[in-house]
């Protein structure tokens, strides 16, 4: 996991980004689990420095490494209440019978008109990998908006709740721009669950979760699947969702529910 920590000119504080970044067959609890703890850490640091939070009793005297033992583990706890309580997440059977299912039409049937949620979808990864076997993969790819050219665009930027687009630096792209460069860019994330011979892709976009891909159900937030049994070969898929503009067959939507 990447840490880029933002100051923004004329402001107070910072903007802290935490990067995941893909990963390529792995156990998902340890990924999702090396992601969690240095990024809490990180929140405590701040906030014990900050002099706040369950922190303010230890007071500033700390040495440099009983803060950090401190810190991790706090974090580390953190990190095994979240898991409990998520992957304890109620998971649709029809999921469940997915993991199992031999072809295309009965997955299709498995998933019509079913939704997904947050953490439904991580206690499946974590389902799969546990009783299954299933190891983990996850993409990531973006595209920036046609017409602009990335060298006027800045390393940050931060679109606001009243349109406001925040920067580190200033660029001759005018707000306006600034902020459909931000709303028009492509993002995707893919991610799998596999095993040798077996896998199931389960992808979004930005535009799918924001509820701005108008053409399903006016926007209603969602999910993409394809499997195996679709007769494509994870790599021919993967090529595809890396292109600005994927070409799949058709496949279950599954509404998303945050």
């Known amino acids: 996991m990447k840490e880029h920590r933002y100051k923004i000119p004329g402001q107070n504080g910072e903007y802290v980004v935490f990067e995941a970044g893909d990963c390529e067959k792995v156990n998902p609890i340890e990924y999702y689990q090396n992601i969690f703890i240095p990024r809490n850490v990180s929140m405590y640091r701040r906030l014990y420095l900050a002099k706040e939070h369950k922190f303010k009793q230890f007071g500033a005297n700390l040495s440099i490494i009983k803060q950090e033992v401190l810190f991790r583990k706090n974090a580390i706890a953190d990190w095994k209440k979240w898991f409990l309580e998520k992957s304890a ?46 190891l ?67 992808f979004t976009n930005y535009k799918s979760l924001n509820g701005k891909e108008i053409t399903y159900k006016s926007g209603k937030p969602h999910y993409h699947y394809i499997s195996d049994k679709w007769g494509l070969t994870k790599e021919q898929v993967i090529k595809q969702l890396s292109s600005r503009r994927y070409k799949l067959p058709s496949m279950p939507h599954l509404d998303f529910k945050r």
């Open 89 to 134: 997440t109620e998971i649709n059977p029809n999921y469940l019978a997915l993991l199992e299912s031999k072809t295309k039409n009965e997955q299709k049937k498995l998933l019509k008109g079913i939704e997904l949620t947050t953490y439904e979808l991580f206690a499946l990864i974590a389902k799969a990998y546990t009783d299954y076997g299933m």
């Open 136 to 202: 983990f993969s996850q993409y990531r790819y973006e595209h920036t908006q046609k017409g602009v050219d990335e060298k006027d665009l800045t390393e940050f930027a931060h679109l606001e709740d009243s349109g406001k687009v925040i920067t580190i630096r200033k660029t001759k792209l005018s707000q306006g721009q600034l902020k459909q460069a931000i709303e028009h860019r492509v993002v995707l994330i893919a991610k799998f669950i596999e095993t040798e011979d077996e896998w199931h892709c389960f």
